[in-house]
């Protein structure tokens, strides 16, 4: 399964069920094991991140503030030097800088 980050990963929140979590940066840890009080479903592959200033989840009428819980892959960007990965219709193409 291709993932979006990786253990390791500095990554910004890009997408959030809470508007506060939007531009957070968070470090992912490891994969999340998809249970617990915050676990998160029908959103894919989730990661255990930390963040430096607590994250906000809602579940039901309750909600939680903590540093470290669970973040869909799908809901991060990783910040790496390197360049992002290209749509699979470019793959084979050159790229010239001016």
Do not use: Y
Request: glycine share 8%.
């Amino acid at each position: 399964m291709e993932t979006i980050c990786r253990p390791g990963d500095l990554a910004i929140i890009v997408v959030a069920q809470n508007a506060p979590n939007l531009g957070l940066i968070v470090r992912v840890l490891q994969r999340h094991s998809g249970r617990g009080k915050l676990a998160m479903k029908n959103v894919g592959l989730l990661w255990t991140c930390e963040c430096a200033r607590p994250m906000i989840w809602t579940v039901k009428d309750r909600v939680f503030l903590r540093k470290r819980g669970p973040v869909p892959d799908s809901f991060m960007r990783p910040i790496r030097g390197e360049p992002p990965l290209l749509p699979s219709s470019t793959t084979g193409a050159v790229l010239e800088s001016t």
